[in-house]
């Protein structure tokens, strides 16, 4: 599986956005990229996936380039609940899809 | 929107007991998962399950720890002989089959062994 390496925190004030930067040079072909969010004590929660180009839904986009080395997650208009932990991960399209999790992103918003 | 359920939230347990964490995976997913993570440290990958049985395990998961499905919706983890570094918050997790579907992690048991 590929290595994902991004900031091990960042700081926003609340209505910003914030995009999260994560580098995973070693990506395979049949691999894709995919965020979580982790509030304290509490289960990883999908945020969004994708493969190429560029991925949009309620929450968030993910922009990948050509080369998917590496990936951006953009979060608009930050708030203080989006204080969490963000992980990027690369997860394999074989069949049991583990995911492995690294340390991931503090991003702490403040007002 | 469904929800992966796990019970119970915490659990204290002596060194040495048997102890058994429960999961109800959403309905229609076919993969699921245990993770755990140790208080300050990163969530780690346990077991994978699918079509009823192992489908891929850590070295984590030793001869100490199984999982189950007894039914068609229960998906349980259990710890023979807990050890006071399996201390530590587990996360059942499930999804559907594809790849363009996440996975739906639980709130977590908290496991303390004392």
């Known amino acids: 599986l590929a290595k994902t390496t991004q900031p091990i925190s960042m700081d926003s004030y609340e209505g910003q956005e914030v995009n999260i930067t994560c580098s ?10 995919t965020w979580y969010q ?10 969004i996936q994708g493969y190429k180009t560029k991925v949009t839904n309620e929450v968030a986009s993910l922009f990948i380039p050509a080369d998917r080395k590496s990936s951006t997650l953009s979060l608009p208009r930050v708030s ?3 204080t969490a932990v963000y992980y990027c991960l690369v997860v394999s399209g074989g069949a049991t899809n583990k995911l492995i999790f690294g340390t991931g992103t503090l991003l702490a918003v403040q007002p | 929107e469904p929800e992966v359920t796990q019970t119970p939230s915490h659990q204290v347990t002596q060194m040495g007991q048997e102890v058994i964490l ?6 229609n997913h076919l993969y699921f998962y245990w ?21 891929e395990k850590s070295e984590i998961f030793d001869d100490q720890f199984s999982v189950e499905r007894p ?12 050890k006071l570094e399996d201390s530590a918050m587990y996360f ?6 594809g790849m363009n579907y996440g996975y739906t992690f639980g709130s977590g048991t908290r496991l303390t062994v004392v």
């Open chain 1, 24 to 33: 995973h040079n070693n990506i395979a072909t049949n691999d894709y990229i």
């Open chain 1, 38 to 47: 982790q509030f304290p004590s509490q289960g990883p929660r999908f945020i």
């Open chain 1, 80 to 82: 203080l609940s989006d």
């Open chain 2, 22 to 27: 429960r999961c109800v995976p959403i309905s």
């Open chain 2, 35 to 55: 993770y755990r993570q140790i208080l300050g440290q990163k969530v780690e990958f346990l077991v994978s399950f699918y079509n009823n049985e192992i489908s």
């Open chain 2, 71 to 82: 039914d068609g919706s229960n998906f349980t983890l259990k710890i023979r002989s807990t």
């Open chain 2, 92 to 97: 059942c997790a499930s999804r559907e089959t």
